[in-house]
């Protein structure tokens, strides 16, 4: 190969963005791949049943997504359900998690955890210890980690954060498979002219400049380097079901005890399966110094006490030991500079990459709830003396505007939702004081209308409460597009007639009285249909058929 060329080695998703970043760059580049098929962890199963590689997801606001993005490469994807949670609890299964655990995830949003600390240790001291160790085993499907408490805490919170308790929910699916992300990586490369080998074994390292984006393990030989190019990950037992459907099924079970997990994937994305069929993803982590066969029995438990009748639904199975391939994770005292890096493991000969590397590397775990992705520079010679220098940026620019108008839209609900919640409460706890004072500061503006009726009173305080917990519910969830347009239909569904009659009335109250009356109304109408604009609208982070 001439030494212009950038080779990569491995298909994955690492190396299938590395081969568009280069060619983007204008660099010639070559990818080679040992299989068949491309996409590493990222390959959906072929046939009827699309199970991924373990249970994953993507992060609507990660960088990797952004990347995708900005080049069309995302496929449709399904949002998340809002129900059919259930948690395992001191050997429990149950609807809702611990009152402590919830309340002290809420106490700790918007600390800052530090990275000296395991999150065990820092939460503990803060909100218990008992809370602080449900809160860390919510993170086992992020980690594939028997111990989520006894890693960093900086490391663990962060994720937490954005993807177990982010409120509206950031966890997007893409529909048929993470296959559909390669498909689109794929002919994106073939386009840039990236030269595509597939069933291509490498034993020798190709000559320089070359990526390497395969597991640590094949890295490690390819590089010739020491047992150093290695970082701690997670080791779990994976088991994929296809079950007959049952009605009543939960659609995520997160266990608070042992931090394993269980998935319905059927319940957002029915092309996984066939019609009257349910895929379900699960995992056990594997403690130290246990067999993956005993792990496998505590997984099946897990499914015992929460897919009723699950063994005898049973239509495929598949199971794996996923060890070193879940991603990385960092202990307490270390953090991603410290994982291995370029300037240790191979400049100029050849470069690693992928989410255990250190240094300018990028990082995604398995599951991409953590994924985040940071630039990388190859090390290759300066072009000012014949060669080449190819920035492979995974991270991109962030839609500022977009996020501004979100955050509008949701501060006037907010608003409009409180102004309901007043009138609401102030009619039910003093229905006599609402209509005889009603706006207040000295106005009068129901006592002009007719005679008081507790009865109509207590009636309209009652819709207006429920109009404010409609509003606010849309600006807490303001991703859920059908909330947002069904719950602003119902407002002005309400509202348009009320505003209609009180133009009939205008006789009764003076012109600032009507001027301030009518304008609330029309405000109120405005910012919610402005909102649903807004919410109608595809975003940055929304995929993009």
């Known amino acids: 190969m001439p030494s ?10 690492a ?3 590395a081969a568009i970043s280069c060619a983007e760059g204008g660099a010639s580049t070559r990818l080679l791949e040992a299989h068949d098929e491309l996409g590493g962890r990222a390959r959906s199963t072929d046939g009827p049943y699309k199970a991924n590689l373990g249970p994953h997801a993507l992060l609507c606001h990660s960088p990797f997504w952004a990347w995708l993005g ?7 994807s399904a949002r998340p359900r809002l129900s059919g949670f259930r948690f395992r609890w001191r050997d429990e299964i149950r609807r809702v998690p611990a009152v402590g655990a919830a309340v002290a995830a809420l106490r700790l ?6 990275v000296e600390l395991d999150f065990h240790t820092w939460a503990g001291e803060q909100v218990g210890f008992e809370a602080a160790d449900q809160i860390a085993r919510s993170a086992g499907i992020l980690t594939y980690h028997h111990d989520p408490g006894g890693l960093s805490a900086a490391f663990i919170w962060e994720p937490i954060m954005r993807a177990v308790l982010a409120a509206p929910p950031t966890t997007r699916y893409p529909i048929g498979g993470w296959s559909r992300i390669v498909e689109r990586m794929d002919r994106r490369a073939r386009q840039l002219g990236v030269v595509i080998e597939r069933g291509c074994t490498v034993d020798r390292l190709p000559e320089s400049p070359v990526i390497v984006a395969t597991e640590l393990r094949d890295a490690r030989a390819l590089l010739g380097a020491d047992g150093t190019l290695d970082w701690m990950s997670g080791n779990a037992v994976c088991l994929d079901l296809v079950l007959d459907h049952r009605r009543g099924d939960p659609y995520v079970v997160a266990d608070l005890q042992d931090a394993g997990w269980i ?3 059927t319940a957002v994305d029915r092309t996984l399966a066939p019609a009257g069929a349910e895929l379900i993803q699960a995992q056990m982590p594997i403690r130290p110094g246990e067999p993956p066969e005993s792990a496998g029995v505590r997984l099946e438990q897990l499914l015992d006490a929460s897919l009723t009748g699950w063994r005898d639904r049973e239509r495929w199975r598949r199971r794996q030991v996923m060890s070193g391939r879940t991603g990385a994770l960092d202990p307490p005292g270390k953090c991603w500079r410290d994982r291995p890096a370029i300037e240790r493991h191979g400049r100029g000969a050849g470069v690693p990459v992928g989410d255990r590397v250190g240094e300018r590397c990028a990082g ?9 992705q940071c630039e990388r520079r190859h090390g290759a010679p300066d072009p000012e003396r014949g060669g080449m220098s190819v920035s492979v940026t995974t991270a991109t620019g962030s839609r500022a505007g977009s996020g501004r108008l979100t955050t509008l839209a949701r501060a006037g609900l907010v608003l409009v939702g409180l102004g309901n919640a007043e009138v609401g409460i102030w009619g039910e706890l003093s229905p006599h004081s609402f209509y005889s004072s009603f706006p207040g500061f000295g106005h009068h503006w129901v006592a002009a ?32 597009r059908r909330l947002v347009l069904v719950g602003g239909l119902a407002f002005i569904a309400g509202t348009l007639p009320h505003f209609i009659y009180h133009l009939t009335t205008t006789s009764m109250l003076s012109t600032q009285d009507n001027v301030a009356s009518l304008g609330s109304f029309v405000l109120e109408m405005a910012v919610v249909a402005a909102a649903m604009r807004i919410a109608s609208q595809p975003p940055p982070d929304k995929p993009v058929p």
């Open 4 to 13: 212009d060329t950038i080779t990569i080695v491995g298909g994955g998703l």
């Open 449 to 480: 209308m007719g005679p008081y009726d507790e009865h109509l009173v207590r009636d309209y305080a009652s819709a207006e409460i429920g109009f404010a917990v409609l509003i606010v519910c849309m600006a807490i969830w303001f991703s859920e």
């Open 364 to 372: 995604r775990r398995a599951r991409a709830h953590g994924g985040t």
């Open 109 to 114: 949003r918007g600390r800052s955890a530090p």
């Open 15 to 17: 190396g299938l963005t």
């Open 70 to 76: 900005e080049r069309d490469l995302l496929p449709p």
């Open 263 to 265: 998935e319905r994937f």
